[in-house]
C-alpha cells in the first residue's frame, strides 16, 4: 500500500485536480475589488460552454429573474459578484467530476448529487440559523467533499483500503480517514480551496466540518456547524425516526453545543425530522448544475 500523508499531498500538489484556466483566473479576479463586470464577463464568454452554462443557472428557478436573462454582463449584474462566484465554482467542481477516473469508490453521479444535496441541505440550516452569508453555505455544502476526488486521484490504493475498512467495520469513511490517515478528506480539500483561488476562511470550515470540536477556536465555528449538520441531512433517503435519533447520536458534542448556546435551539429527533419535512422538497428539486 502507498505511504499517504497530508505533507506528501501538499509537497505533490500539481497532482491535485485542477479547475479549467478560465475558471481559475475566475475566481482570482472575483476576489479583487477593483474588478469590474466587463472584464468577468470578458472572461466568462471566453469559455461557451461556462457561459451557457452560467445564462441556464441565471434564468433557473433558483433565481427566478423577473425576465429573462440573455447575457452574460446583466447575468453579473442581476446576480452579484458573490453568487457569480459560487456559480463558477460549481460548474468548475462538476467538470472536475465528471473527469474522475474510473474507480471502485465513487462514481461521478454519485458524488454529484451528494454535492448539490450538501449544499442545498447548508443553504436551509445557514437560513434557519440566520447565517448572514446563504449563498456562502450552498458553496461550502457543495465542495465539502472535493478532497475525496483528490484522494482517488492522487493515493487510490490507500484509499480504497480506508473506505473497504469502513464498510467492514460499518462506520462513516471518514473515521477510518482519521484513524488510518491521520488526516480526512476535508483536509485535503481545504488545500484544493487555497489551490482554486477560494477564500482561506472557507478552506478552514471545509477543514473542520467533518469534527468541529477538533477546532474549537475556528474563527467561523457557526458555518462549520452548519456544514456538519447538512452533511447529514444530504445522505437521507427516506429515514425513519431511527436515522434521526442515529444522526444526534453522531453529532459532533460542540456542535450540538453551538446550536443550543448560540441558536438556542437544542437538537432533538423530533427537530430533525421537522427540518427534514422542511428540506426533502428542495432535494428532490433537479440539480441546477446539471
Known amino acids: 500500500m502507498q505511504p499517504t500523508s497530508l505533507s506528501r499531498i501538499i509537497q505533490d500538489t500539481h497532482a491535485l485536480p485542477s479547475i479549467p484556466g478560465v475558471a ?10 477593483e474588478t469590474h463586470a466587463a472584464e468577468i464577463s ?11 452554462k452560467v445564462l441556464q443557472l441565471a434564468n433557473s428557478a433558483m433565481f427566478a429573474p ?8 446583466r447575468a ?3 446576480l452579484g459578484f458573490n453568487t457569480v462566484r459560487f456559480l463558477i465554482t460549481g460548474v468548475a467542481v462538476l ?3 465528471q473527469k474522475m477516473p474510473e474507480n471502485e469508490i465513487i462514481n461521478p453521479e454519485n458524488f454529484w448529487r451528494s454535492a448539490f444535496r450538501g449544499a442545498v441541505a447548508a443553504k436551509y440550516f445557514a437560513e434557519q440559523s440566520n447565517y448572514p452569508e446563504s449563498n456562502e453555505a450552498y458553496l461550502a455544502g457543495l ?16 484509499y480504497l483500503s480506508v473506505v473497504k475498512a469502513a464498510q467492514n467495520a460499518n462506520v462513516a469513511v471518514v473515521h477510518k480517514e482519521r484513524e488510518i490517515l491521520g488526516f480526512t478528506h476535508a483536509d485535503v480539500g481545504a488545500l484544493l480551496a487555497v489551490k482554486w483561488n477560494l477564500d482561506e476562511g472557507l478552506a478552514s470550515v471545509i477543514a473542520a466540518y467533518p469534527f468541529p470540536g477538533d477546532h474549537p477556536e475556528l474563527n467561523n465555528l457557526h458555518l462549520a456547524t452548519v456544514l456538519h449538520l447538512a452533511d447529514r441531512f444530504a445522505a437521507l433517503e427516506t429515514p425513519t425516526a431511527a436515522h434521526f435519533e442515529q444522526i444526534l447520536a453522531e453529532l459532533d458534542p460542540l456542535a450540538i453545543q ?4 448560540e441558536q438556542g435551539r437544542n437538537l432533538s429527533p423530533e427537530s430533525l425530522e421537522m427540518d427534514w419535512q422542511a428540506l426533502k422538497s428542495q432535494l428532490d428539486q433537479g440539480n441546477p448544475f446539471i
Open 24 to 33: 481559475s483566473r475566475l475566481l482570482e479576479r472575483l476576489q479583487d475589488p
Open 66 to 73: 423577473a425576465s429573462p436573462v440573455h447575457s452574460i454582463e
Open 258 to 261: 453551538y446550536w443550543s448556546q
Open 76 to 78: 453579473i449584474m442581476l
Open 42 to 52: 470578458t472572461l466568462i464568454e471566453m469559455d461557451p460552454a461556462l457561459s451557457l
Open 143 to 158: 465542495i465539502r467533499e472535493i478532497g475525496k476526488i483528490a484522494l482517488i486521484q492522487c493515493a487510490y490504493e490507500t
Open 95 to 97: 467538470q472536475v467530476a
